[in-house]
T-cell receptor, first 116, second 114 residues
Framework: DAGITQSPRHKVTETGTPVTLRCHQT?????MYWYRQDPGHGLRLIHY???????DKGEVSDGYSVSRSKTEDFLLTLESATSSQTSVYFC???????????????FGDGTRLSIL | DQQVKQNSPSLSVQEGRISILNCDYT??????FLWYKKYPAEGPTFLIS?????DKNEDGRFTVFLNKSAKHLSLHIVPSQPGDSAVYFC?????????????FGQGTRLTINP
């Protein structure tokens, strides 16, 4: 929806392995976000980006890093995955050039990540 | 600490009746509130929003009410339809300017019974 593609959609991996999730947008939005969804917590912000090579931490950033080398791609990396990082990860975008700041975020369909 | 709380994990409503979903917040700096709807295996989709300068916003069957003094907002759906069965999240941000660092509640699963 809204030109957001997350890959992979599902992944199972082992504790201690590195994992990279990709978010690709075709809408030229300025801002991109990574959230995780867990039972009892709703969605929580991990990291966000406000431009190419410009990123900042969210509420639950420990154990995660991000990179944005192009406007359209925002990568989330788990350097050494742990079982507590088993979750559903959502990418979101906002900030259409030339439009007001009131436009709400649009979300991708998520990546279900299981760490055994 | 949960700055945005949805205290009802689930709600069951008869088709055609009104659904009322509630949300409380603790941070008085929140300036803008949103409701998202989520179906299984899909991402959240934006439903309706309200600025802190208003107390009501209506869009078709959906109305959001904001009570700033009580730090409480509610989403009314009338009449409720089977397609409304989903998980509803309320969210809040201090400002719409710049990056929107949404703070979400835990979600309420709404089931509409025929």
């Amino acid at each position: 929806d809204a030109g957001i593609t997350q890959s992979p959609r599902h992944k199972v991996t082992e504790t201690g392995t590195p994992v990279t999730l990709r978010c690709h947008q075709t809408e030229n939005h300025r801002y991109m976000y990574w959230y995780r969804q867990d039972p009892g917590h709703g969605l929580r912000l991990i990291h966000y980006s406000y431009g190419v090579k410009d990123t900042d931490k969210g509420e639950v950033s420990d154990g995660y890093s991000v990179s944005r080398s192009k406007t359209e791609d925002f990568l989330l990396t788990l350097e050494s995955a742990t079982s507590s990082q088993t979750s559903v990860y959502f990418c979101a975008i906002s900030g259409i050039p030339g439009q007001g700041a009131e436009q709400p975020q649009h979300f991708g369909d998520g990546t279900r990540l299981s760490i055994l | 600490d949960q700055q945005v709380k949805q205290n009802s994990p689930s709600l069951s409503v008869q088709e055609g009746r009104i659904s009322i979903l509630n949300c409380d917040y603790t941070n008085s700096m929140f300036d803008y509130f949103l409701w998202y709807k989520k179906y299984p295996a899909e991402g959240p989709t934006f439903l309706i929003s309200i600025s802190s300068i208003k107390d009501k916003n209506e869009d078709g069957r959906f109305t959001v009410f904001l009570n700033k003094s009580a730090k409480h907002l509610s989403l009314h759906i009338v009449p409720s339809q089977p397609g409304d069965s989903a998980v509803y999240f309320c969210a809040a941000i201090p400002t719409r300017q710049g990056a929107q660092k949404l703070v979400f509640g835990q979600g309420t699963r709404l089931t509409i019974n025929p």
